[in-house]
């Protein structure tokens, strides 16, 4: 499933690009936003494989921290309220632009990240590694010490965690813990 | 649909049953009879835009009309997050909690998946009462001193013994997200847990903890949208007196 965030501030042009990803037959999940300040819980909830935001938001300073920081591994394609000329950039569309050229544009974007979505569907097991990090996460150890223990960087601790809250579905330190243990990863009285 | 105020009140609950939460929580009994918003607000009283307001937008997810309940009495705010608090610690979260022990006989063959989310629910029910007990003891009789100084232009002694220094950003600090944790109970009851032997129970279990999650999320987005910047303005209202 593709997951989608429409992130424009004017109703009647959110409304239509919703209609028209809709008309693109693809299993897709469309969350609409219409402002910068919805914008990171937005992205922190749904994760979106591709962000199609107005560049009256993705100009202001804050929602350019927010997308670095929550929307690295999204496709981004900006929309302006100005026209474009057609020079075959398909990240950048125009309100001003014709259904064609929207649909030809949408469904190229669309399809690339599908591609990739499905990669990532198949691999929704856990690696060896993730399966460490989780092990010592239910053990309510901090990522400081997981990355001691286990010789790697803090940043990789952290990437790990993402890829794991991605995969499983569960966010919080104790409902990690209810998953290991339901999956023998750790037993009930290793923690007290 | 926009919901307005000439429509009867009865046909507005057979449009979106929803609703019954927002009637209720904004404090009007059942047994309208024919009549219409309007009239049964009017009898209540309660304020017949803020009623049309919150309905058309737990309606309609998304009519928010932010402007306008910047606009009203933030009392009025205040006393329906205060009956939602108390329509989720003295009925849904006990029910829910009902349906959880009632989890025990059908998970007889893994009594610890039983226990687990016992205790996962049962830690989700502290911190959902630590979260409501700030905003009950602190937060909302901060935003009504604030008011009533607004109101009197003046700041009343209680705002001044009472909260001292104390503003909304010191209550943003210590304010974290309740939603997490049950965003995660669903996903391990849907995709982890050995399934009991009753799905009906276990389904109905569900159904409530999405209703819950829902309810919460509205309730979240008062706070957030309205609440709280409707105090910052009053904060530095008063801070120009």
């Known amino acids: 499933m593709v997951r989608i965030l429409v992130a424009e501030p004017s109703y009647l042009v959110r409304k239509g690009l919703s209609t028209v990803l809709n008309e693109l037959k693809t299993i897709t999940k469309i969350e609409e936003i219409s402002g910068q300040d919805e914008l990171n819980d937005a992205l922190k909830s749904l994760m979106p494989n591709l962000v199609l935001i107005n560049t009256t938001i993705s100009s202001l300073p804050e929602a350019d921290q927010v997308l670095k920081k929550y929307g690295s591994e999204s496709t981004i394609i900006s929309i302006f309220n100005s026209p474009l000329p057609d020079d075959g950039n398909e990240t950048t569309l125009s309100v001003f632009d014709t259904k064609p050229v929207l649909l030809t544009k949408l469904r190229n974007q669309v399809k690339k990240v599908q591609k990739s979505v499905i990669q990532q569907e198949n691999s929704e097991e856990l690696s060896d590694r993730e399966k460490d990090v989780l092990q010592k996460i239910a053990l309510g150890k901090i990522n400081k010490e997981i990355a001691s223990e286990l010789f790697i960087s803090t940043h990789t601790v952290i990437s790990h965690r993402k890829n794991i809250t991605r995969k499983l579905g569960i966010k919080t330190v104790s409902g990690l813990t209810v998953y290991a243990i339901l999956n023998q990863l750790i037993k009930l009285e290793d923690i007290s | ?241």
Not at chain 2, 48 to 55: G, I, V
Not at chain 2, 100 to 125: A, H, V
Not at chain 2, 130 to 147: C, G, N, R, T
């Open chain 2, 1 to 241: 649909m926009l919901i307005t105020a000439d429509m009867k009140m009865a046909d507005l609950i057979h449009l979106d049953f929803q609703l019954l939460a927002v009637i209720q929580r904004i404090g009007i009994p059942l047994g309208f009879r024919e009549k219409t918003i309007d009239e049964v607000c009017i009898e209540n009283g309660v304020n017949t835009d803020f009623f049309l307001q919150l309905s058309n937008s737990f309606h309609d997810k998304e009519y928010f009309p932010k402007e306008k309940f910047l606009r009203f009495n933030p009392e009025w705010l205040v006393n329906f997050l205060r009956r939602t608090h108390q329509c989720y610690m003295e009925h849904k979260i006990p029910e829910i909690e009902e349906q959880i022990i009632q989890l025990e006989n059908d998970l007889k063959g893994t009594k610890q998946s039983y226990e687990l989310i016992k205790n996962f629910f049962t830690e989700y029910i502290r911190e959902l009462g630590v979260h409501i007990e700030l905003e009950e003891k602190k937060v909302f009789p901060y935003v009504m001193a604030l008011s009533e100084s607004i109101a009197n232009k003046e700041i009343s002694s209680d705002l001044n013994e009472s909260f001292g220094d104390y503003n909304i950003d010191k209550y943003l600090e210590d304010h974290n997200d309740i939603e997490e944790k049950l965003f995660d109970l669903k996903n391990i009851l849907i995709k982890y847990l050995p399934p009991p032997t009753d799905n009906c129970k276990y389904n109905s279990l569900l159904f409530e903890i999405f209703k819950l999650e829902k309810d919460l999320k509205d309730h979240s987005k008062l706070e957030e949208k309205v609440l709280i910047p409707r105090v910052r303005m009053m904060e530095s209202e008063l801070n120009n007196l």
